[in-house]
C-alpha cells in the first residue's frame, strides 16, 4: 500500500526547523500486516514533546523514521492470529494507539504499570514493531517506526498489543489523545501519586501532559477544599488552567505554595527542583517529563529525610493502556474529562516542521493532525 507521512530525515538540525525541515513529507510503502498486526487508517495524531524530543535530538532514535506516537484510527485490515487474541479488534473498530506496547510476558509487565515492558521498550528504541518487523520502506530502504505507531500518516501497521479498542462515540481528536498526554498526565496522578480524598495536588509544567494530569486532578471525587494548583511560566497557560478549573495559579519564580501531590510534567531539572521543593511535609513528588540526557538537577536529600517526602518516577503514566484508557474513556463520557479542551491547535501535516516550532517555544498545549 502507498501511504503519505512525515519522515524524519536527521536528528538535531537547527531551529527554527521550518527553515531547517528536518522532517519530509513523503510517499511511503506499507507493507501488509503481519499474524499479529493490524491496518489502522489514522483520523487524528497528535504532536506531543516526545515527537520534538526525537527531532531536536533529546531522545536519540534511528533516522529515517515516519514519526508519530499519540493517534487514532479505524481498523481495515487484521491479521490471522488476531481474532484469538483480542476478538475486540475487529475491521470498523476506532482504536486508540499505545505507544509502549506490553508483551504481557516479562517481568516487568508483572508489575501492574509501574515498570514499562522490556520487550516493548527494545522494540521502541530499534524503531520495530513489537515483533522485531519494520513493515516500512522508501525506495527500496527500510523506515523506522516511531513507537511501534508512526502515527504521522494516513495509515500505518500496528501489532495488536499497541492499540487499545474505544466506542465508536468518542470522537478522533479525543481518542488520540487519550493515548499519550491523558495516559500519562492522567495516569501520573492516578496510578503514581493516588491522592487522598483531602490531598493538594499541584502540577508543574503545563503542555500535553501537565494540563492532562490537572484535568484529572479536578475530575477527582474529595473533600471540597481541595485545592489544585497550577505552575507554569507562561501567562497564557495559566489562564487557560484558571479557565479550566484550577484553584490557584503560579509562575515559577512567585510560587510560595506546598502541597500534598506535585506532578512535574516539564521534563527541565529546573522544573523539577521546583516539583521537589514544593512537596508538603509527607508528601511525594511524581515525575514524568523527559529532560536531555545527561541533565542533572539539585535537591536537598535532608528535606526528603526529615520531613518523609518521596520521589516517584512514572512513565506512561505507570498505567496499563488495556486497563486505563478505558477509565479515561468512561471519565469523559460522563462529562469529567473535557479532553477536548486540552486540543490548541489543527495543523496540517505538511505545517509539521512549523508545528514543532511552535511546540518548542512552549506555546501549544496540543496541536492534532486530522487526516
Not at 531551529?15 to 483520523?43: K, M, Q, W, Y
Not at 533516522?63 to 483480542?86: D, F, K, R, T, Y
Not at 478505558?326 to 512549523?354: C, M, Q, T
Amino acid at each position: 500500500m502507498k501511504i503519505t507521512g512525515a519522515v524524519l530525515e536527521e536528528v538535531g538540525r537547527s531551529r527554527p526547523f521550518a527553515d531547517s525541515r528536518p522532517i519530509s513529507i513523503s510517499e511511503l510503502e506499507l507493507d501488509a500486516p503481519g499474524d499479529t498486526e493490524l491496518v489502522i487508517r489514522i483520523e487524528a495524531a497528535g504532536i506531543c514533546h516526545s515527537d520534538l524530543s526525537v527531532v531536536d535530538g533529546n531522545r536519540p532514535r534511528p533516522v529515517p523514521m515516519l514519526l508519530g506516537h499519540e493517534a487514532a484510527g479505524v481498523i481495515e485490515e487484521v491479521g490471522s492470529a488476531v481474532a484469538a487474541a483480542n476478538p475486540e479488534l475487529v475491521v470498523g473498530r476506532r482504536v486508540v494507539m499505545a505507544f509502549l506496547p506490553r508483551c504481557g510476558e516479562c517481568r516487568e509487565c508483572r508489575t501492574d504499570g509501574r515498570m514499562p515492558c522490556s520487550t516493548g521498550s527494545r522494540s521502541n528504541n530499534a524503531g520495530t514493531l513489537l515483533g522485531g518487523a519494520r513493515r516500512l520502506h522508501r525506495d527500496g530502504d527500510d523506515v523506522h517506526h516511531h513507537l511501534g505507531v508512526s502515527g504521522f500518516a494516513d495509515h500505518a501497521v500496528v501489532d495488536y498489543r499497541s492499540v487499545v479498542p474505544v466506542g465508536d462515540d468518542v470522537p478522533p481528536d479525543v481518542a488520540a489523545v487519550l493515548g499519550c498526554a491523558v495516559l500519562t498526565g492522567g495516569g501520573a496522578v492516578l496510578n503514581a501519586a493516588a491522592p487522598g480524598p483531602e490531598d493538594d495536588v499541584m502540577v508543574v509544567g503545563l503542555g500535553g501532559v501537565g494540563m492532562a494530569a490537572l484535568l484529572t486532578a479536578l475530575s477527582l471525587d474529595g473533600a471540597p477544599e481541595r485545592r489544585i494548583i497550577a505552575v507554569d511560566s507562561l501567562d497564557e497557560k495559566l489562564e487557560r488552567a484558571r479557565a479550566l478549573g484550577a484553584t490557584d495559579t503560579y509562575t515559577p519564580a512567585a510560587l510560595d505554595a506546598k502541597a500534598d501531590v506535585v506532578i512535574e510534567a516539564a521534563g527541565n531539572p529546573r522544573a523539577f527542583e521546583t516539583a521537589v521543593a514544593a512537596a508538603a511535609p509527607g508528601g511525594r513528588t511524581v515525575t514524568v517529563g523527559l529532560p536531555a540526557p545527561g541533565a542533572d538537577a539539585t535537591i536537598s536529600p535532608l528535606g526528603l529525610v526529615a520531613e518523609a517526602r518521596t520521589i516517584i518516577g512514572s512513565y506512561l503514566g505507570s498505567a496499563v493502556p488495556t486497563r486505563d484508557i478505558p477509565k479515561f474513556e468512561a471519565l469523559w463520557r460522563a462529562g469529567r474529562l473535557p479532553v477536548e479542551e486540552l486540543v490548541s491547535a489543527h495543523v496540517d501535516l505538511a505545517d509539521i516542521n512549523e508545528a514543532m516550532d511552535s511546540l518548542a517555544d512552549g506555546h501549544a498545549v496540543r496541536q492534532i493532525i486530522r487526516f
